[in-house]
């Protein structure tokens, strides 16, 4: 069983930064897709950004150029850099783990708040 912990989030003013972590447990990390989710308020759920086993990247339009994904697998972990941070940057934000071997199968950590205000 995989379990996924996220951390980092909290409250930002516009233009801002914040990197958020995504821990996790289990062996099949270093072969797994690894993507960053936001849901906001009233909205669904939408992809932010997806880095593969490879280290292949894809962002959504929204926050090109100003976040950036990463991995560590000697650590199991995910990270999101949030740079230039807007008021609708503000989510719930999610990690997801999808094995390569088992693309069917989906883990989802339990979500970090990012909020921007001033």
């Known amino acids: 069983q995989v379990q996924l912990v996220e951390s980092g989030g909290g409250l930002v003013q516009p233009g801002g930064s914040l990197r958020l972590s995504c821990a996790a447990s289990g062996s099949i990390f270093s072969m797994s897709t690894m993507g960053w989710y936001r849901q906001a308020p009233g909205k669904q759920r939408e992809l932010v950004a997806i880095i593969t086993s490879g280290g292949r990247t894809n962002y959504a339009d929204p926050v090109k150029g100003r976040f950036t994904i990463s991995r560590d697998n000697a650590k199991n972990t995910v990270y999101l850099q949030m740079n230039s941070l807007k008021p609708e940057d503000t989510a719930v934000y999610y990690c997801?783990?999808?094995?390569?071997?088992?693309?069917?199968?989906?883990?989802w950590g339990q979500g970090t708040q990012v909020t921007v205000s001033s």
């Open positions: 997801r783990l999808t094995p390569v071997l088992q693309p069917t199968r989906e883990y």
